[in-house]
């Protein structure tokens, strides 16, 4: 079963504007991981926000987590062109049913930065 | 540094053919991992490696095989392959284990008719 779950599935904006992506989840984490996959590449890590920390910023990206509610957004300010990819949560579990190693993937949202 | 490499990008194999799907990375990192990725599903793991001669199962591990002899090397082997394997395949590494960012290879993407 997916762990995390992106919202939107799809977001569409212009040049320019923040783009915010959320991320719900279902168990306990140790820490939450956002990807970023361009078409027909492989996934590149973004950012690592541990289960302790509230925000993290890198470059214009924010992330912030809220233990409480099992949530996480994705902040990407003044997009480019080039931010257009999908956006990936991936949380480690404390408790996994697979074994110790494991990160678990959600669906991602899918975003196209309109020039 | 390469990174992750992995071949080949594309292969399409019939229904009960099996054959061996290649991933190196140069970075000296101990745990490997395999992903299958399909629409709507996000990433899935197949199987894992903590370490050369230490392998364990994912979450769909069914119809895959894994081997570590080496550090580096960290191949999937499909047996029997079958339509439902049809999916685009990502490998990674990483410094430590799942607490630590993954690196991803480009993936390859593989059709069963």
């Known amino acids: 079963s997916q762990q995390g779950e992106e919202d939107p599935q799809a977001l569409s904006i212009q040049e320019g504007e923040n783009a915010t992506m959320n991320c719900s989840y279902k168990t306990s984490i140790n820490n939450l991981q956002w990807y970023r996959q361009n078409s027909g590449r492989g996934l590149v890590h973004l950012i690592l926000i541990r289960s302790n920390e509230r925000e993290k910023h890198s470059g214009r990206l924010r992330v912030t987590l809220d233990t409480s509610k099992k949530s996480s957004s994705l902040l990407i300010t003044a997009s480019r062109a080039a931010d257009t990819a999908s956006y990936f949560c991936a949380t480690v579990d404390i408790i996994s049913n697979f074994g110790n190693e494991k990160l678990t993937f959600g669906t991602g949202t899918r975003l196209t930065i309109i020039p | 540094n390469a990174g992750v490499t992995q071949t080949p990008k594309f292969q399409v194999l019939k229904t009960g053919q099996s054959m061996t799907l290649q991933c190196a990375q140069d970075?000296?990192?101990?745990?490997m991992s395999w992903y299958r990725q399909d629409p709507g599903m996000g990433l899935r793991l197949i199987h894992y490696?903590?370490?050369?001669?230490?392998?364990d199962q994912g979450e769909v591990p069914n119809g895959y095989n894994v081997s570590r002899s080496t550090t580096e090397d960290f191949p999937l082997r499909l047996l029997s392959a079958a339509p439902s394997q049809t999916s685009v395949y990502f490998c990674?590494?990483?410094?430590?284990?799942?607490?630590?960012?993954?690196?991803f290879g480009p993936g390859t993407r593989l059709t069963v008719t």
């Open positions: 990674a590494s990483s410094y430590g284990d799942r607490y630590y960012e993954q690196y």
């Open positions: 490696s903590v370490g050369a001669g230490i392998t």
């Open positions: 970075m000296n990192h101990e745990y």
